[in-house]
Nanobody, 123 residues
Framework: QEQLVESGGGVVQAGGSLRLSCAAS????????MGWFRQAPGLEREFVAV????????YYADSVKGRFTISKDNAKNTVYLQMNSLTPEDTAVYYC????????????????WGQGTQVTVSS
């Protein structure tokens, strides 16, 4: 019954912003790190950001540093990805991931994955 559900995707113009949410249900996710990946058409799934259970050690891919911010609300078992200054290169399906270890998420080896939410950025 453990589940990750993303929301907040949509279509925006370049320079715009979106905030993605990922709600985790189930006791399995207690003390888990959570992160975001994305997959553009024809490309491999790419790491975007990760945050530890404590929320004090976010880590970002170079391509999104300074533009995206990952945060979490442990009370709601929800992780967010605030995306600013979006460009067409950010167009992708964004996936939420969860694992006990931050390292596993960074290595794209997360145990749990959401179904994804589409983000489309027009030029």
């Amino acid at each position: 019954q453990e589940q990750l559900v993303e929301s907040g995707g949509g279509v925006v113009q370049a320079g715009g912003s979106l905030r993605l949410s990922c709600a985790a249900s189930g006791r399995t996710f207690s003390n888990f790190a959570m992160g975001w990946f994305r997959q553009a058409p024809g490309l491999e799934r790419e790491f975007v950001a990760v945050i530890s259970w404590t929320g004090y050690s976010p880590y970002y891919a170079d391509s999104v540093k300074g533009r995206f911010t990952i945060s979490k609300d442990n009370a709601k078992n929800t992780v967010y990805l605030q995306m600013n200054s979006l460009t067409p290169e950010d167009t992708a399906v964004y996936y939420c991931a969860a694992d006990k270890l931050v390292l596993n998420i960074r290595a794209a080896g997360a145990k749990y994955w959401g179904q994804g939410t589409q983000v489309t950025v027009s030029s």
